[in-house]
Every structure is written in structure tokens, then in C-alpha cells.
């Protein structure tokens, strides 16, 4: 393993460990938006790799554990970053620094940003776990924002940041060999979702390590808990939380996310 400390755009020096390649196993990455599922999709992965000794690594968890904004980290952190050896996972937006990921594998998933507002608003107001750091400030003032206002109120404010880190997304994975994979068609199939990404990540596949991994977190809350990070988890809560009239102006704002991966609107 490697130690090495980095330092934000504004001047934060954070320690990052980074673990030892494996030269003869292509890099790939897996990008998320925030509350589409990530954290399932990325603790499987990790899980997995750890099984078979194939090393993982989240500079965005690493960084943010840390109170670090991930939209902070600067070109520094490419010192990380490398063609062979790793799976790099936690991405829940495209960094703001200058990430090369032209011809790599890569995996993006997606959920219908209605929902993902809605998830978002009960996160930020109740469950999220608020770390240590100048990133606290931060989550802080996002909390007392989403205090003032209402489910709707927030969906609508909040609609444009996911609308721009789709755009952004888009064009930064446009090089990539890209696999696009849609909450909706996978929560309910994770054995075969986990399979599947296996293979897409160019990792062995043992059927048996994807079974027992897959039972470990295929997770069902009986009901509905709006102070847990697993609050629901079946798709289309946005029909139950959401005016119309919100919904309306959500198909408007988010037109283009939702047209490209096929929601219907």
C-alpha cells in the first residue's frame, strides 16, 4: 500500500492510502449519480474484489471521510489514478479534475432523477451522517436549507445539479466502454445485476462469491423509514411524495436525463 497526501483547491491536506496494483488487470470505474443506488453497487463491488485480491479504491469516500467537498479534489489526485490495477469506485458525480477515462471500462448508473430528488431531500433532512470537517459546514447549511422547505419545494430547487451532472457525465463517458445500467430494471434481479457487472469489469467470475454477495445485501425494508439510509427501496416513490404539478415541472427541468435513459415523462 501507498500513503500519499494530497491538498484541495482550498488548501485542505487529506491522506489518501491507496492499495498495491495488479498489473495484470485493466482499470475500470464505476460512476453513479448521488442516491441512485451507488452505495449497494459499490459495497458489492468492493466486497467482491476483496474476495478475489483484485484492489479497490474510492478517492471520493477516502476524501469526504475526511470532511473533504469532492468537488475540492484537484489535479493532485490523478497520482491515483492509473491504467492497470485497480477498480475505482464512489464516484457519485464526474470530478472536477482532469480524470482521463477515454477507452476505459466503465460502468454508469442511473435511477429516475424523481426519485433520486426525492431520496435526496429525506438524506440531506434526516439520515445522512454528517462527517468532520469544513465539509460539515457545508452538509450543515444544506440541512437548515431543506428545513425551510417542503418536499416539492426542494425537488424542483435541486433538480437543475442533476441535470448538470448528467450533462456533464455524458460528456466525459461519451470515449468510454461504457455499460449503462438503470436502477429500476436491476434492484429487484441483484444476482444477475452483480454477474453482469462482474464481467463488465473484466474480473473473474465466481457464480457462488455473486450468489452469497448478493444475499448479504439484497435488502427489503418491510416499511417505509424515512430516518435510515435505506429508506424504500422500490422504484416510483415520486408518485407517492410529489404533487402533479411538481412532477410536471420536474419533467420539464429534467427533460433531456430523463428522455436519454428511456423514463417515461
Request: aromatic residues 12%; proline residues 4%.
Amino acid at each position: 500500500m501507498k500513503s500519499i497526501v494530497l491538498v484541495s483547491k482550498i488548501g485542505q491536506r487529506y491522506r489518501v492510502t491507496v492499495p498495491d496494483p495488479k498489473p495484470d488487470m485493466e482499470s475500470a470505474y464505476i460512476f453513479a449519480f448521488v442516491k441512485s443506488g451507488s452505495t449497494l453497487l459499490n459495497n458489492m463491488v468492493e466486497t467482491y474484489c476483496q474476495y478475489i485480491n483484485a484492489p479497490s479504491f474510492s478517492l471520493f469516500n477516502t476524501a469526504f471521510d475526511q470532511g473533504i467537498s469532492t468537488q475540492n479534489i484537484q489535479d493532485d489526485a490523478l497520482i491515483c489514478f492509473k491504467k492497470s490495477g485497480y477498480i475505482y469506485t464512489g464516484f457519485r458525480h464526474f470530478p472536477a479534475f482532469n480524470l482521463d477515462v477515454k477507452s476505459a471500462r466503465a460502468i454508469w448508473l442511473t435511477r429516475d432523477p424523481r426519485d433520486m430528488l426525492v431520496s435526496r431531500y429525506y438524506s440531506i433532512l434526516k439520515s445522512h451522517k454528517i462527517p468532520k470537517g469544513l465539509v460539515s459546514q457545508m452538509m450543515t447549511r444544506s440541512r437548515k436549507a431543506a428545513e425551510k422547505l417542503d418536499i416539492n419545494q426542494y425537488a424542483i430547487k435541486t433538480a437543475n445539479s442533476f441535470a448538470r451532472d448528467f450533462q456533464l457525465y455524458r460528456e466525459k463517458l461519451a470515449d468510454c466502454d461504457l455499460k449503462v445500467y438503470r436502477y429500476e430494471d436491476v434492484i429487484y434481479k441483484k444476482e444477475e445485476w452483480l454477474a453482469d457487472v462482474v464481467a463488465k469489469l473484466g474480473l473473474q467470475l465466481n457464480t457462488e462469491l455473486v450468489s452469497d454477495i448478493t444475499q448479504q445485501f439484497d435488502v427489503f425494508p418491510d416499511a417505509e423509514n424515512e430516518n435510515e439510509h435505506i429508506r424504500q427501496v422500490h422504484p416510483g416513490n415520486h408518485t407517492e411524495k410529489l404533487t402533479p404539478q411538481t412532477i410536471k415541472k420536474l419533467n420539464k427541468l429534467l427533460s433531456n436525463f430523463l428522455a436519454y435513459f428511456d423514463y417515461e415523462h
